[in-house]
Every structure is written in structure tokens, then in C-alpha cells.
Nanobody, 120 residues
Framework: QVQLVESGGGLVQPGGPLRLSCATS????????MSWYRQAPGKERELVAA????????NYADSMKGRFTVSRDNAKNTVYLQMNSLKPEDTAVYYC?????????????WGQGIQVTVSS
């Protein structure tokens, strides 16, 4: 059974840090590309950051570059998102995502999402 479980969300003041974690099971984590997405009320879901399984190559949305850092621990099957200098516009539900292949067949898995609220 595939599971992606996000944790670490909550309320944080503007300018503060927060670290999200996504613990996974049920697929070959080390070879999967892991991503974080977010969705704010009334907006479409958008990519925040991604990290590949092979060489830990990373990619960030422009508005997150320099503030967010994605990382992974293959021994723990966990991906992280360190968020610094948070802004009210970062308020959203953040989702963990896994992409890979089972042989020839691609897969995509999603976590249930976790709320991040940036407010004073």
C-alpha cells in the first residue's frame, strides 16, 4: 500500500521558517522524483520544488528560489521542504508528490496535503 504522509505544517509568522516532511512507503522511493506542490484558496495547484531520485537534481518555482530548499533522505524514505522567509502569500495546502515508473508504467502518488498558514 502506497502512503505519503505530510507533517510539519501549521501557523507561522511572516518571515519565519517551517519545515515540512513527507514520509513515504509502498514504492521505490530512491528512484522516484519527489515534488512539493501547493494550492491556495481559489487558485490552481502549483509546483513548489522537485528533487530527482537519481542525482538529487532540484528544481524550484521562481518565487521560491532562495527561500525554499527541497531535500531527501533515501534511508528514511522521506522528502523535506525547508521554507524560510515565509510570506502571507505562501499560505496554502502543501502536497507531497511522487513520480516514477513501475517497469514501463508511470505512476503518480499524492499525499493528503497539509495546511501552512503565514500570518501575524
Amino acid at each position: 500500500q502506497v502512503q505519503l504522509v505530510e507533517s510539519g505544517g501549521g501557523l507561522v509568522q511572516p518571515g519565519g521558517p517551517l519545515r515540512l516532511s513527507c514520509a513515504t512507503s509502498g514504492f521505490t522511493f530512491s528512484s522516484a522524483t519527489m515534488s512539493w506542490y501547493r494550492q491556495a484558496p481559489g487558485k490552481e495547484r502549483e509546483l513548489v520544488a522537485a528533487i530527482t531520485g537519481a542525482r538529487d537534481n532540484t528544481n524550484y518555482a521562481d518565487s521560491m528560489k532562495g527561500r525554499f530548499t527541497v531535500s531527501r533522505d533515501n534511508a528514511k524514505n522521506t522528502v523535506y521542504l525547508q521554507m524560510n522567509s515565509l510570506k502571507p502569500e505562501d499560505t496554502a495546502v502543501y502536497y507531497c508528490n511522487a513520480k516514477g515508473t513501475w517497469g514501463w508504467f508511470p505512476y503518480t502518488y499524492w499525499g493528503q496535503g497539509i495546511q501552512v498558514t503565514v500570518s501575524s
